[in-house]
């Protein structure tokens, strides 16, 4: 019997065979992976005369010296795959490794397709590929005038920029990608009009450039999601961050950073999440959602300058430098349901040792900070500031937080007007009190209503408010 079946499965091997094709090889044009050749002009010639539509690279290095040019326009749909992860590009020449060309001017709109973008351009794929930098101006991948461009399973390091997508794009999706130590940035969007664009399951780090940077353009629909994204910065910069929106030219609206672990080291000007949006007005840059993230260890952990509803929900933030979240000049936002968190099992950092976490307002309007946890923030000075901190700021509703054991205040304004402050518990348990005040009210406020809130007395007094600037109703003392 056992004689039989191998008999048959021998018999049947050649009938499963037929029809099916075997994909295009680099190897098959003369590409010889073996790190010293040059193969830049059997990669490009394999590129242009490919017949499958799949070009594959089976394990080896393949060395190219300039950029690889995919026309699609020219030579029709067509993927690139190395062979079970162990294939590896080295680029030794300035610019992308493999630039990807399409003619699509349209958006996402089926009708604004022109036929030959369907039938010869859609979704370029590079799927299970190692590009490695062997120049200081090598990048990995470049993206023009494409239509569903498909990362998966795509291993980027050493280069300068990662992936690069100018001008215009539609339908990005990258997945299960690695992008690392980069000098530049993991993957930019530079100048760049698309819509619909998801980075999901990747990681992404210690690019020094930023690890996910828009620069300028116009964006909708993008989200970043399930990602490791760690340790993009650079000490000999001036700014850095993990994720970097830089739009003051430009709008960048309707996204989801959601389900990340976000942390970096504290340097020059760094922050984890940074969005600068157009000076002057907040309307370009917004309708984002923050939430579920853990994000971490820099010198601030957020900064929204001049952006327009956000939402900040269910995060967990721990280790601001200089501050948690620094939100400048902007307008309807939500900040809820946070942790901002100084656990003493990282690093035996200190609250009153340099690292200040906490909440800053600036020029900002329209605000809602509620049901958040602020722990052991140093942020302030003798002078002025707190915990929970507003500058110049109006239409500001504070409830239902929790801030304990705050160094100076628990919360501060000044120059603010038609704020709430209420059902807020702001208690200081050390032994030892430090806290001025739970409460305080400066400068030329007006229109400021503190109610129900739960709090201990300071060293300097409970709730500071100057006559004529503060409502107090129905507060009360905590026990300590």
């Known amino acids: 019997m056992k004689k039989f079946f191998r008999c048959f499965t021998f018999l049947l091997a050649p009938i499963a065979l037929v029809g099916v094709s075997r994909a295009d090889s680099v190897r098959d044009f003369g590409a010889k992976g073996d790190g010293q050749a040059d193969d830049t002009a059997a990669i490009q010639r394999a590129v242009n005369e490919c017949k499958d539509g799949e070009l594959v690279f089976p394990a080896g290095d393949y060395r190219v010296t300039k950029t690889i040019e995919v026309k699609l326009a020219e030579r029709g749909r067509l993927g690139l795959r190395g062979l079970g992860g162990a294939a590896r590009v080295i680029m030794a020449g300035a610019g992308p490794a ?9 958006s996402a709109f089926p009708e604004s397709f022109k036929p030959g973008v369907w039938q010869g351009e859609r979704m370029p794929l590079v799927d299970s590929l190692e590009i490695v930098g062997a120049h200081a101006e090598a990048d990995g991948l470049e993206f023009f005038q494409t239509m569903q461009a498909t990362l998966r399973a795509v291993l980027i390091r050493e280069t300068r920029h990662g992936v690069r997508l100018p001008v215009r794009n539609r339908n990005v999706l990258m997945d299960s990608c690695h992008i690392y130590n980069l000098r530049g940035v993991g993957v930019l969007f530079d100048k760049v009009n698309l819509h619909q664009a998801i980075i999901h399951g990747s990681h992404i780090s210690y690019c020094k450039g930023g690890g996910i940077k828009i620069v300028g353009g116009e964006i909708r629909n993008f989200h970043v999601t399930g990602n490791d994204i760690e340790y993009n910065y650079d000490t000999n910069a001036t700014e850095s961050a993990d994720i970097w929106f830089d739009v ?22 760094g922050a984890n999440i940074r969005f600068i949006g157009n000076t002057g007005t907040p309307d370009k840059v917004g309708l984002w959602t923050i939430t579920g993230n853990h994000i971490s260890n820099q010198e601030v952990n957020l900064h929204l300058q001049n952006v327009r509803g956000v939402t900040v929900t269910g995060n967990s933030f721990c280790l601001g430098d200089s501050r948690t979240m620094l ?77 304990f054991e705050p160094r100076w205040r628990g919360i501060y304004l000044t120059d603010s007007r038609n704020v709430r402050v209420s059902d807020n518990l702001v208690v200081d348990r050390r032994t030892e009190m430090l806290m001025l005040a739970p409460i305080q009210v400066a400068g030329h406020s007006k229109a400021v209503l503190i109610i129900g809130n739960l709090t201990t007395k300071g060293v300097r007094g409970d709730i500071l408010a100057p006559p004529f600037t503060a409502t107090l109703r129905d507060n009360h003392t905590a026990v300590r």
């Open 98 to 106: 493999f630039r990807f060309t399409g003619t699509h001017t349209g």
């Open 248 to 269: 003051r030219e430009g709008t960048v609206r309707e996204g989801t950073i959601a389900s990340n672990t976000i942390q970096a080291k504290v340097s020059p000007g």
């Open 327 to 403: 939100l400048e000049g902007c307008r309807n936002l939500v900040v809820s349901d946070n942790s901002l968190d100084r656990n003493p099992d990282y690093f035996n950092r200190q609250a009153n040792n340099g690292v200040a976490n906490g909440i800053t307002l600036r020029d900002c309007s329209g605000i809602i900070l509620t049901g958040n946890i602020v722990d052991e923030s140093s942020a302030g000075s003798d002078k002025e500031g707190g915990a929970v901190e507003l500058f110049h700021s109006h239409e500001i509703t504070i409830t239902g937080n929790q801030v």
